[in-house]
């Protein structure tokens, strides 16, 4: 229930799209006007371009896109905007977001036109967005006990964050959405939920709330920041349940596929939340937003391959100056899965990326190939349907690293040798990571007809 309005919203707002994509195919509308710009924005910019969201300007009416004009038809001509790095004439993923030709000449012929208003009666409305979070209201907000000091002096940030919760009884929970305070700062989090056992547990807020990630032995820093029970013993944790990177929004998979068991007494544990260098001293104060959901009836399991995975990387990640080198990790399947989601992770150097399978019978099973690897999009890419790969199947993933001065993300001119660091330090900006990361059910007969779309209406 609670996502119907905004449901209605996307309902209403996809009619309107198509009544007037009846009554006049966009290739003809000759001198278009907002009437006819509004839906393309409403569909494919303000998800992000809205006041709390990601995009640094709101896009939601009609004077928002004309101070913006200019930039809109540039960033439409060169397919910078909508960012959807994966190759569509790859494989297709679910909130895909592409303009087609003909929304992106109208665009052009709109500026070019002088961004005429058009009647303002047959203009759709905005579509209305909650503030804080991109799906909708959340079931309940986790803060921070206290707000978390950046110092501006230039370098990486890695904290340990502990965010308490007490709910009124256990619950279920569909998924969790990191929402950054300095977005521009939150290079990547991963969050656990930790469950107590209420009787073990008076006081889930006593402890520290943070303190800098710089420890080998954890046990003891878990005990100063509260994070275990009352007697010492540790509770219940389940990794990756918090997840962001820069673009990410957490898949939403069918009622009973995947969700979280959440504990009265809970709370999120963020290891290693890294924050990218600050010019001045700031703070942050980004939440997690929960949604509750059913009793999982499948749990999804996850697997990575390259930096900190199963598989090794070859030849080794070292990424010689003025070099532009391909590294590519492999590993074979020991039994049925259908994969959902697929996620390639590189960071600044990164130039494109490939991945697929291969069965016994030498089938390829595409699953994602980017291009033109942008460190902004991390996206986890969800499949329409779960793709089955059979057991003694091996998964390549191919990453191609761009270390010279041509690229415009390096952090280095001249460029130097870039390797993978070590622990919790591999994760700096300035360091690299080849990682492929998919997550999938055992296969069940039948789930090559699971429509994982089924959510994505949800998905503004
Ligand atoms: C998934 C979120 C997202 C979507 C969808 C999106 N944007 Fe953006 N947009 C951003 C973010 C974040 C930035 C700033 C970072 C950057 O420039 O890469 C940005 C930057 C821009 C800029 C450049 C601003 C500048 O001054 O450099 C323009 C123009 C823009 N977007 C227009 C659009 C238009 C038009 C659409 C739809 C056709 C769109 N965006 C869709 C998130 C998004």
Same mark, same amino acid.
């Given at each position: 229930m609670r996502f119907s309005l905004l449901f209605i919203s996307i309902t209403l707002l996809a009619l309107c799209v198509r009544c007037s994509h009846n009554q006049e195919t966009p290739a003809t509308v000759e001198h278009p006007s907002f009437v006819n710009i509004a839906p393309i924005l409403y569909k494919n910019c303000t998800p992000c371009h809205r006041p709390g969201e990601s995009g640094p300007f709101s896009l939601l009416t009609y004077s928002d896109a004309k101070k913006n004009a200019k930039k809109i038809k540039f960033v439409t001509q060169s397919r910078y905007m909508p960012p959807w790095p994966a190759d569509v004439n790859y494989t297709h993923f679910i909130g895909e977001r592409r303009l087609s030709d003909e929304d992106i000449a109208m665009i052009k012929s709109w500026v070019d036109g002088g961004c005429e208003q058009g009647d303002v009666s047959k203009t759709p409305q905005a579509p209305t967005y909650y503030t804080g979070s991109f799906f909708g209201k959340p079931d309940t907000v986790i803060r921070m006990a206290r707000a978390v000091p950046i110092r501006g002096n230039g370098t990486d940030?890695?904290?340990?964050?502990?965010?308490?919760?007490e709910l009124a009884h256990d619950t279920f929970v569909r998924y969790f959405e990191f929402v950054p305070d300095k977005r521009k700062l939150a290079h990547h989090i991963n969050g656990h939920l930790v469950n107590y056992v209420d009787s073990k547990k008076k006081n889930v807020h006593d402890g520290i709330p943070y303190t800098l990630d710089e420890y080998k032995d954890y046990k003891e820093v878990f005990q100063k920041m509260g994070v275990l029970h009352d007697d010492g013993s540790f509770p219940t944790l389940t990794p990756n349940t918090v997840y962001y990177l820069p673009g990410y929004a957490p898949p939403l998979y069918p009622d009973g596929i995947g969700g @979280?068991?959440?504990?009265?007494?809970?709370? =999120?544990?963020?290891? &290693?939340?890294? +924050?990218?260098?600050?010019?001045? $001293?700031? !703070?942050?104060?980004?939440?997690?937003?929960?949604?509750?959901?059913?009793?999982?009836?499948?749990?999804?399991?996850?697997?990575?391959?390259?930096?900190?995975?199963?598989?090794?990387?070859?030849?080794?990640?070292?990424?010689?100056?003025?070099?532009?080198?391909?590294?590519?990790?492999?590993?074979?399947?020991?039994?049925?899965?259908?994969?959902?989601?697929?996620?390639?992770?590189?960071?600044?150097?990164?130039k494109s990326f490939l991945a697929y399978a291969i069965t016994p019978q030498q089938d390829t099973i595409?699953?994602?190939?980017?291009?033109?690897?942008?460190?902004?999009?991390?996206?986890? @890419?969800?499949?329409?349907?779960?793709?089955? =790969?059979?057991?003694? &199947?091996?998964? +390549?993933?191919?990453?191609?690293? $761009?270390? !010279?001065?041509?690229?415009?993300?390096n952090p280095f001119h001249p460029p130097r040798v870039v390797t993978q660091g070590e622990g919790v330090r591999s994760m700096q900006t300035t360091e690299e990571m080849f990682q492929f990361i998919f997550s999938y059910l055992p296969y069940q007969k039948g789930d090559e007809l699971m429509d994982l779309s089924g959510n994505a209406a949800k998905h503004p």
């Open positions: 940030h890695f904290y340990l964050i502990k965010m308490p919760m @979280y068991r959440m504990n009265k007494k809970s709370a =999120i544990l963020m290891k &290693s939340i890294h +924050y990218g260098p600050s010019p001045v $001293d700031v !703070t942050d104060s980004s939440v997690v937003n929960v949604f509750f959901g059913p009793k999982p009836k499948r749990l999804i399991q996850e697997t990575q391959l390259g930096t900190f995975g199963v598989s090794k990387i070859e030849p080794e990640l070292i990424l010689q100056p003025n070099q532009i080198q391909t590294f590519h990790t492999q590993a074979t399947l020991n039994t049925d899965i259908s994969v959902l989601s697929v996620n390639p992770h590189m960071h600044l150097l990164g595409r699953l994602v190939r980017i291009p033109k690897w942008d460190f902004r999009w991390q996206y986890y @890419y969800t499949f329409e349907h779960p793709v089955k =790969i059979p057991a003694g &199947s091996t998964v +390549y993933a191919f990453a191609t690293f $761009d270390n !010279t001065d041509k690229n415009p993300f």
